[in-house]
């Protein structure tokens, strides 16, 4: 076949597309979407590591603080502190979390409805609360350390007292423990539900023992669940505060470090210094989980047929007990926190009042503070929803701007590694400032407004929680067809009617899980918004903090049962809400 | 249904952006507006204290960041170049003496200054700061704890140190509580330098937990966590009241004290309603409500010394050389944190 | 030019309308000149030309991995093209996104909207276009009538069969009546039965609307049948372009010949015992149809269709007899297939398989026995001779 030539007068048309106004709005769209997330994540960042190579009168330092830091062994020893908890922490609440999630979907064992719903309830449980519900547990005058306040040793004459110690590691590491452990188990349990029946059978006809059926085929196929749930485990371990706040005693950690930093000493250059060092060990698991993960695509097989667990009495018997243990521990603790607010004065006079309940003479900001956090969780929940579900949208589904897409993928996916604790002073170093001064150049701070109001502790709130949602928005949409987009193009209708027509309600029940995910972070969540929140806005967890601070532990107890009251009354309303939504725009999916 | 969510959305937009600003208003005849308020005052005695202002000035909104004393100091400090606070209400004069130091103060005499005490406000007129009342050292101590452990109620700084309170006592950290702080002070000078030190490592051994707050020790030894809380009179008093078993114990060496103080913030635009708040803040019914929780205020009332307190409180307090505490602050600080700072509670 | 000219050459510049109305007339409806894609270093789609014209048929056709569907998708603006023009109706549509372009698309996937019934699939292109609630439903009411699917309108894509949810995909790439239609394997997720029914179908439909056509497919057999003109793709360029019969035929390479229904080849020397004679080991064939010269010495590749070799008990009748054992015989209901094995001494005594296909009856009557050794016809103008010395993979 011979070449033709182009006809006289046309020329040759370059590599780009004509740009029409959809795809400037397209555009438009994925270039705001960016600024969101430099302004949101990565900016902040800058003031912050500038700040650590600073002294306090902002003269260029180089690496002393660091130096300062590390030559400091009070400082060091929190480094090391901090690791320790991490690792222990991650060893034993993965360790514990396997078995549970293995025993939910591999054994016949009854109520797993209920043991999974257990399983959960920390989530809806601020961290602190977690501390506070430990204090009376296994505080000095702990519900266990004094047996039952002497009930056993009253009526049937043995002490049955137990001091754990608490204060410090132990402590710590109970509670992190706890708050660990639903993250790892959420993992898991995903994990452990996508086994392949064919192996099992395989394994069987090959006359394998049980024992070498687990190492050979479940440790193997769930080993993507346990890196991650590794990696989440060590870095809320890593990072979190409200923790060994409150049982730390004399042990210290570099979360409290950067608070004591911060807030006690206002001592910002070595706050930021810590923070750089608490991001570093983050960064680098965070790095070393996406390694891991990139390899995951080849495990999961269309073609997997679902395991259906056989009733093994033995077994059986031994997951029920197992996860009842587990169960009546979070219950214990959690259901300690209530009993705690209603006490009138523990451990004395245990009648039960509501006068804890009544904030008027305690600091922290009492209701006010309640609903401020009731708002800023609903807008974190709103305009966070919408920000990640059509960022997700935009960097999933468009063609053009590869490299812009790609780099807005990796600022969603990177916010997952930064501590809640380096995000609020990171906000504070970025936006407090009316001017800033770039390479010696001095210019407005056009965020500066932002400083102080509501809108700084719901973007915190959104960036802090940003990766997890963004991720589910992503897997939510990768399970849409690519080409029913193009099929829309080919229709002539634009590229928003068909989100608003066709993915998003495709899309409404991940929508409202992310919804909802924002909603309780945003009202259990304490590190970003310490840092950030101002007299005119204060809020239940930071109360929590003060409550406890002060003194006031039961006053903390009933702000935390209120945190936990509005958080399961949002998973309900959203289960009544859900479910008619479901049967409404998920009717398609019925056969 | 569409409508109906694009407003929401829209809504939800609109509302994660605006924001809840401090507006200075300057008013004419009565100033009106918002002011933010840095105070160490007890968050019981806030709200009631509170309550009395908003009656009396509902005009002007109040916002209050309470903290414990070495807070409130850092973050005053920190935000020199601009600061937040527009007044500062119940804080230690040893803290307000340093921000003096540091020209932080606006210089301004409260309407009925001449009815208080002299050596109750800065000796500068008109006056960097003024005082409201005092605050001193006192230990509670769980009665319960201490009988069932068999112990022997302590009585003076000297006893605290015996070996049989190993473990059992809670004291706040003098670099973040000002209750820490005036105790630390009162014991260097009550013993001088040297002994003072001495006291305290060996004080040290004993104690369980430095805490963040003056009145957490107070809290601890009334739920049992420990069984001496080193806090202050208030506390001890006011948490006996509540029915907790603790018993004030003022030590016989004499306690150290401090004059909780207002001061005027210096900032480029003061807010008249500033100045209203602290004519107010000296005033007689205010100084009603502190007499009912201090049993020495810097302006004289009727009301009687409340019960629990000493019958003569001054004859409770060592002499204190307040501007050679403020002027050591921080050395002596930096001193305690090497030495102690291990056992201190996070923050 | 002066009015009352020839209406054909007077195309008034100011009426856009007419003028693509007679370059329509004058051109073919879509014309590919030079287009040319890579991702990154992969070429997908060498320098390409091709016209598809007015109402017509044509189909891309190659194994997976030679391009077509991404020529399709550059058709439809899918895929941004690296170089090259593409016009459609007259009009330079290169730069346009698919979404100002003129074509209905259906997928493989069928990719209609799960959360939409069949009626609102297919009325989801028609109400961007301003029109009444009555008129679309008119609309969908006629399309669901042209694709026999009256009844389901309420119905959820999960709820109806895959031939019906592809008729779907297809009436709602009809509903805003394109002037073209692009088709992207749109049978082969379909099983055996229903694909041949629809392929019939969908053939009569693009008669009766006239609609030009592109259709993607690696099924040889859906392209022999139902298309006007065949695109043989092959590694991002089209090697052949031209009718079912004439591809079948007269395949203008080995790959085409292998790619299209079934091909034997022969190893074989151009002999200098006359003007086209090959010589495959002992045997020398006479062929008739071959392009340039065939120099004596020359490798050459002969190829025959498994239908067009005969058995010929009496061998010494004709020329063009090649000998090989029959190694089995297998029955595929209509025909018999016959598999052999032909030894070239020249050629390393390399074995050669051969197919032939004999009608049922035929093969009855032939009392054919594993392991004798059979004399094959191969006609002179059955055999097609290319140049290569190899033979396609």
């Given amino acids: 076949m011979s070449q033709r030539t182009l006809p006289p007068g046309r020329a040759e048309p370059g590599r780009l597309a004509k740009i029409t106004s959809e795809e400037w709005l397209r555009r438009s769209l994925l270039l705001l979407l960016l600024g969101v997330l430099l302004v949101g994540i990565l900016l902040p960042l800058v003031p912050l590591g500038m700040r650590s190579l600073s002294d306090p009168q902002g003269n260029f330092v180089g690496l002393d603080n660091y130096v300062r830091y590390f030559s400091s062994p009070g400082l060091t020893s929190s480094l090391f502190n901090s690791l320790t908890i991490a690792g222990k922490t991650t060893l034993l609440a993965v360790g514990l979390a396997f078995v549970y999630a293995w025993a939910l979907a591999r054994t016949c064992m009854p109520g797993k409805h209920f043991f999974r719903a257990v399983a959960l309830l920390p989530l809806v449980v601020p961290p602190l609360a977690l501390a506070i519900g430990l204090v009376y547990l ?25 001091d754990l110690n608490l204060y410090g590691q132990n402590g710590i590491l109970l509670g992190e423990l706890i708050y660990c452990f639903p993250q790892a188990f959420l993992i898991l349990a995903v994990a452990a539900s996508l086994a392949d029946a064919r192996l099992y059978e395989a394994s069987q006809v090959l006359n394998a023992s049980p024992l070498r059926t687990f190492w050979s085929v479940t440790l193997p196929e769930m080993r993507y669940g346990l890196i991650s749930a590794v990696f989440v485990c060590f870095t809320l371990a890593f990072t979190d505060f409200g923790i060994p706040k409150v049982v730390g005693g004399n042990y210290n950690v570099l979360a409290t470090d950067i608070y004591k930093q911060v807030i006690g000493q206002q001592n910002f250059v070595m706050g930021a210094t810590v923070s750089i060092v608490l991001l570093i060990p983050t960064v680098l698991a965070f790095v070393a989980d996406r390694i891991a993960q990139r390899h995951q695509n080849a495990v999961l097989t269309a073609r997997a047929t679902p395991l259906h667990p056989r009733p093994t009495p033995l077994l059986d018997r031994f997951a029920l007990v197992y996860c009842s243990l587990v169960a009546a521990a979070i219950l214990a603790v959690t259901g300690t926190v209530i009993y705690a607010s209603l006490v009138d004065v523990w451990p004395y006079r245990l009648e039960l009042t509501l006068r804890h309940y009544d904030f008027s003479k305690v600091g922290g900001g009492g209701w006010e503070a309640y609903t401020n956090s009731l708002w800023m969780a609903f807008y974190t929940a709103g305009v966070g929803t919408a920000i990640i579900f059509a960022g997700a949208y935009l960097i999933e589904k468009n063609r053009t701007w590869g490299p812009l897409r790609q780099t807005a993928y990796f600022l969603s996916m990177i916010s997952v590694a930064l501590p809640g604790l380096v995000i609020g002073l990171a906000y504070i170093f970025f936006f407090n400032p009316t001017h ?109 903090v003060n409550l406890d601070d002060a003194g006031d532990t039961a006053a903390a107890a009933a702000m935390s049962v209120l945190v936990i009251a509005a958080c399961l009354t949002v998973r309900i309303l959203y289960f009544w809400i859900t479910r008619p939504l479901h049967r409404r725009t998920q009717a398609w999916r019925l056969p | 249904m569409k409508q109906w969510t694009t407003a929401i959305f829209a809504l939800l937009l609109l509302a994660g952006c605006s924001a809840v600003q401090p507006s200075g208003e300057t008013g004419t005849a009565a100033p009106s507006g918002e002011i933010t308020v840095y105070t160490a005052l007890e968050d019981d005695q806030i709200s009631s204290y509170l309550a009395l202002f908003n009656e009396q000035h509902p005009e002007i909104t109040v916002n209050i960041v309470r903290d414990s004393t070495g807070i409130i100091t850092a973050r005053l400090l920190a935000e020199k170049e601009n600061p937040q606070a527009d007044v500062v ?81 809670a004291m706040p950290n003098p670099a973040s509580s000002g209750t820490g702080f005036l105790s630390v002070s009162a014991i260097l000078q009550m013993m001088g330098e040297e002994a003072g030190w001495a006291y305290l490592d060996q004080l040290h051994e004993n104690i369980a937990v430095y805490t963040h707050s003056g009145s957490k020790p107070c809290r ?41 103080a207002n001061a005027l913030v210096r900032k480029s635009e003061i807010v008249p309603a500033a100045k209203v708040f602290l004519d107010w803040a000296i005033g007689d019914d205010i100084m009603q409500l502190y007499a009912g929780s201090y049993p020495i205020t810097s302006v004289a009332t009727e009301i009687p010394i409340p019960d629990g307190y000493p019958a003569d409180p001054l004859a409770q307090l060592v002499e204190n050389d307040f501007v050679r505490m403020a002027g050591e602050r921080e050395q002596i600080l930096a001193q305690w944190t090497e030495r102690y700072d291990g056992k201190s509670e996070p923050r | 030019m002066a009015p009352g000219g020839s209406f054909l050459l007077w195309a008034p510049q100011n009426d856009p309308h007419l003028a693509q109305k007679t370059m329509t007339v004058l051109d073919p409806f879509l014309q590919l000149y030079n287009v040319h894609k890579h991702f990154g270093r992969h070429v997908v789609l060498e320098t390409l030309v091709l016209d598809v014209d007015q109402g017509e048929f044509l ?117 805003p009546a394109p002037s073209l239609l692009l088709l992207d394997e749109p049978l082969s997720a379909l099983d055996a039965r229903v694909r041949a029914g629809l392929r019939g179908e969908i053939k009569s439909l693009q008669r009766r609307l006239g609609i030009t056509t592109i259709m993607v497919t690696h099924d040889q057999e859906e392209a022999l049948s139902m298309a006007d003109r065949i695109a043989v793709m092959d590694q991002g360029r089209i090697v052949q372009l031209d009718t079912p019969l004439a591809i079948y035929q007269q395949p203008a390479t080995p790959f085409v010949a292998d790619f299209v229904g079934q091909m034997n080849f022969l190893p074989g020397v151009a002999s200098g015992e006359g003007v086209g004679v090959v010589r495959t080991g002992a045997f020398a064939l006479r062929v008739q149809n071959w392009e340039g ?69 035929a093969a009855e009557h032939s009392e054919l026995h594993v392991g004798e050794a059979l004399p094959l016809h191969l006609p002179a103008d059955a055999l097609r001779v290319f140049r290569t010395g190899k033979k396609p993979a």
């Fill in chain 1, 436 to 544: 800033w001064t770039l390479l010696g150049v001095e210019m407005p701070n056009p965020f500066a407004g932002l400083y102080g109001t509501m809108a700084i502790l719901v973007l915190s709130n959104i960036v802090h929680f940003y990766t997890v949602s963004f991720m589910a928005a992503t897997t939510a949409l990768k399970q849409i067809d690519g080409e029913l987009e193009a099929v829309s193009a080919s229709l002539g209708v634009p590229f928003y009617r068909t989100f608003w027509r066709i993915t998003l309600p495709l899309s409404l029940p991940a929508v409202a899980e992310i919804a909802l995910y924002l909603f309780v972070n945003a009202m259990v969540t304490v590190s970003a918004v310490i840092l950030l929140y101002s007299p005119q806005i204060k809020l239940a967890s930071v109360a929590i």
């Fill in chain 3, 293 to 361: 010269d065939l120099v004596p010495g020359n490798s050459l590749m002969l190829a025959i269709r498994p239908e067009e070799i005969r058995i010929e008990r009496d061998a010494d009748a004709l020329s063009n007899i090649l000998v090989a054992e029959l190694q089995a015989v297998e029955f595929m209901g209509p025909v018999y297939r016959l598999l052999l094995r032909h030894t070239v001494p020249d050629f390393c005594n390399a074995a050669v398989s051969l197919t032939l296909t004999l009608p049922r009856h």
């Fill in chain 1, 138 to 162: 296994f505080g000095r005058k702990g519900l266990v350390t004094t047996g039952f306040f002497g009930f056993f040793e009253q009526n049937f004459g043995i002490a049955l007292g137990f």
């Fill in chain 2, 89 to 169: 209400w119940g804080l230690a004069a040893t803290s307000l003496l340093v921000a003096e130091q540091q020209e932080m103060l606006e210089a301004y005499a409260p309407a009925g200054l001449e009815r208080v005490r002299a050596e109750f406000r800065d000796s500068d007129t008109p006056p960097h700061w003024v005082g409201i009342d005092t605050w001193f050292s006192a230990f509670c101590v769980n009665t319960v704890e201490v009988e069932k452990s068999g112990l022997t109620m302590p009585t003076s700084w000297a006893d605290l140190v015996k070996p049989e309170y190993k473990g059992l006592i």
């Fill in chain 2, 220 to 260: 601890m030894a009334g739920a049992g966590e420990v069984a001496i809380g080193i806090s202050f009179d208030y506390r001890a008093v006011k948490q006996k009241e509540a029915g907790e078993p603790i018993e004030p114990v003022f030590p016989a060496e004499g306690s150290g004290w401090e004059i909780e």
């Fill in chain 3, 59 to 175: 189909f891309l056709l190659g194994p997976s991995g030679c391009g077509k569907t991404t020529l399709l998708r550059l058709i439809a603006g899918l895929e941004p093209l690296t170089a090259g023009q593409i016009l459609q109706a007259g009009r330079d549509v290169t730069r346009l996104p698919a979404a100002e372009r003129d074509f209905g698309i259906v997928f493989q996937s069928y990719a209609l909207f799960p959360n939409l019934t069949v009626a609102e699939n297919i009325a989801y292109g028609l109400q961007n276009r301003k029109q009444g609630r009555t008129q679309i439903a008119a609309r969908v009411q006629e399309l669901l009538q042209l694709v026999g699917l009256q009844g389901l309108a309420p119905r959820y894509p999960a709820q109806i069969s895959g031939g019906q949810q592809q008729r779907v995909a297809l009436a709602r790439a009809l509903a």
